[in-house]
């Protein structure tokens, strides 16, 4: 079982939760972007840079995920991929992409785009406060340590 990061995106604060949940279990951390970025030294934590060309790291992820991992990701479609290869999805407020619910979030997420570009809606999703990291956190631990049961 490892964690693989779509870091490009992925809020500072988040990849911290991250790196001490991973050192606390002892899970493997990989991380891609497409833009260099440092890690703290652990053998638990790797990193992957890809190209820039558009969703390189989303594609690497889901190329090279096995069932049992975990994606932390805020990108709907890329969740979608990851969910139809079997693996399990988390965003960094703390809601697992399921089965259940990927096609509804597909859907609200193709009607903000169309609001948006119709100027509509000018503005994205607020930044993170604390009750998304501890439920981002909640999420994780819940998820390891079902993952441990199995």
């Not at 594609?59 to 069932?67: A, M, N, P, S, T």
């Not at 994606?71 to 089965?99: F, Q, W």
Request: proline residues 4%; contains cysteine; glycine residues 6%.
């Amino acid at each position: 079982m490892k964690i693989w990061v779509d870091a490009d995106a992925c809020p500072n604060i988040i990849k911290n939760v991250i790196y001490k949940v991973s050192q606390r279990r002892g899970v493997k951390v990989i991380l891609v972007a497409n833009q260099f970025m440092r890690i703290p030294e652990s053998k638990l934590f790797s990193f992957i840079q890809v190209g820039n060309g558009f969703n390189e790291a989303d594609e690497k992820i889901v190329e090279l995920l096995d069932k049992t991992d975990l994606v932390i990701t805020a990108d709907i479609p890329m969740a979608s991929d990851v969910i139809e290869k079997g693996a399990v999805a988390l965003n960094p407020r703390g809601e697992m992409y399921t089965t259940d619910n990927i096609r509804a979030r597909l859907s609200m997420r193709d009607f903000m785009d169309t609001l948006r570009m119709g100027g509509t809606i000018t503005d994205g999703a607020p930044p993170l406060n604390k009750h998304n990291i501890q439920n981002f956190t909640n999420a994780l631990d819940k998820f390891l340590t079902q993952a441990e049961k199995h």
